[in-house]
């Protein structure tokens, strides 16, 4: 292979104005959450700038976890990249989120991983929660990980979820496990472990 032709030039200017771009983010995101997130994505704005995400859903879960003593653990069915999770799962013993999207599942446990104390049991499970088991396709815009929906079953029309027709669009083939047996059984186990006061986020 002949490289000797391969040249690269960048102007001052170009590298002066990046340098400034680079302070700015570093000072715009000085407070963000500490956890890996996609600046494309809208749910990324606020954790990005603000250092949170849903800032009154996280506080209520915290007092319920705090102040009544509802601590033993959470489930987060919806989880996502665990925006929510990751501010409050110091506050539970255990701490159980589902969330079907793959890529999102491989963000939220590493996610979890960085920002948990390592007191709180954390199970994570690569499936949705429906009224029977099934198999079916997630349909998420690239801009928004968060608004993702399934193709079977949810009452919409194909027009009204592409209706926002400037988003592109990603296709996940995901498994859907009956709620009442999943639940069940998480609850039997929770059961046997003492563990009988908690809080449940659902976000689908």
């Known amino acids: 292979m002949n490289c000797e032709r391969f040249e690269f030039r960048e102007g001052l200017l170009k590298r002066y104005l990046n340098k400034r771009k680079e302070k700015l983010f570093k000072s ?7 956890v890996f997130m996609r600046n494309v994505d809208v749910i990324s704005y606020a954790p990005s700038t ?50 079907p999207n793959p890529d999102c599942f491989k963000i939220l446990s590493v996610n979890l991983n ?31 990980w968060g608004g993702g929906s399934i193709v079977d079953g949810n009452g919409y029309t194909d027009a009204l979820l592409t209706q926002n027709s400037h988003h ?10 009956k709620t009442s047996k999943v639940l069940g059984n998480l609850f039997l186990s929770l059961k046997k472990k003492g563990l009988k006061r908690g809080v449940i986020k659902i976000n689908v």
Do not use: W
């Open 50 to 99: 603000s250092g949170y995400y849903e800032a009154r859903i996280v506080k209520i879960i915290q007092f319920f976890a705090q102040d009544n003593q509802l601590n033993d653990f959470f489930i987060d069915i919806g989880a996502n990249i665990g925006l929510i999770s990751c501010q409050v799962v110091s506050c539970f013993k255990e701490c159980h989120c589902f969330e």
């Open 114 to 144: 960085i920002t948990s104390n390592h007191s709180s049991e954390i199970q994570l499970y690569n499936f949705g929660l429906g009224e029977r088991e099934f198999g079916t396709e997630l349909v998420v815009p690239k801009s928004n």
């Open 168 to 177: 592109d669009f990603l296709y996940y083939q995901i498994k859907i496990q």
């Open 28 to 34: 715009v995101t000085a407070l963000s959450l500490p």
